[in-house]
């Protein structure tokens, strides 16, 4: 299965794709610097833990989104509940901004590209588990071995990926470039409107030499 085509229009938004600590939060902010169009999408959340960044939301709430037919993508991790409002999307598409979402699973990444009106640019953000284990500690993260399983579980959710599928445009090792510079190669990207995903085996190039600096 390979990914469809834009339409005429282009893309409509972003998807940044990655495992913890390859720099979603930080191409996000870095693209908003570089084009104040580009913002990410906050999600709605039901659940408790870290409340900034989401919309935090009851059952009822999100149970009245379903029925309205307005979720696009709904997650569970950690106990809690993650989706991303329709409505919300068209808001800022409407406002002439370019919203950017997180994504960490494929399975997620086909659900939502099967839901959006338009094709998006799918980027991946990749770096070793040395890195990932390097910039939690850095930051100061409690949970450490968390993210390394999250990153384990990427690197063999990428590697089931079909050799006939290509589910992503661009992808970066953000521990090769920095921020701005990878901010730049994506609004490109977007502005451009590539219709060609990533070359066929570039994927499973980049996992066999990003898993490890030592490799």
Not at 43 to 72: C, F, N, P, Q, W
Not at 150 to 167: C, I, M, N, S, T
Request: one cysteine or more.
């Amino acid at each position: 299965m390979s990914m469809r085509e834009r339409g005429a229009d282009g893309f409509g938004g972003v998807v940044l794709f990655g495992p913890p600590a390859a720099g979603k939060d930080t191409v996000s902010a870095a693209l908003t610097r570089l084009d104040d169009r580009y913002g990410q999408l906050t999600k709605i959340k039901v659940g408790s833990g870290r409340t900034t960044g989401y919309r935090m939301a009851g059952h009822a709430e999100l149970d009245a989104l379903r029925a309205a037919g307005r979720v696009v993508l709904e997650t569970t991790r950690y106990g809690n509940t993650y989706a991303i409002d329709r409505d919300d999307m068209d808001a800022m598409t409407g406002a002439g901004r370019v919203p950017v979402v997180h994504l960490g699973s494929v399975d997620h990444l086909r659900t939502f590209n099967a839901a959006v009106r338009e094709p998006w640019l799918c980027v991946l953000l990749w770096v070793p588990r040395d890195v990932c284990e390097r910039r939690s500690q850095e930051r100061g993260d409690r949970d450490t071995a968390d993210r390394l399983a999250a990153w384990d579980e990427a690197l063999a959710d990428l590697k089931a990926v079909p050799q006939d599928e290509e589910p992503f445009h661009l992808l970066m090792r953000t521990d090769h470039s920095s921020p701005s510079a990878t901010a730049a190669v994506v609004a490109k990207a977007h502005a451009e409107d590539g219709r060609r995903p990533a070359r066929p085996g570039s994927l499973a190039a980049l996992l066999r030499g990003g898993a490890c600096d030592a490799e």
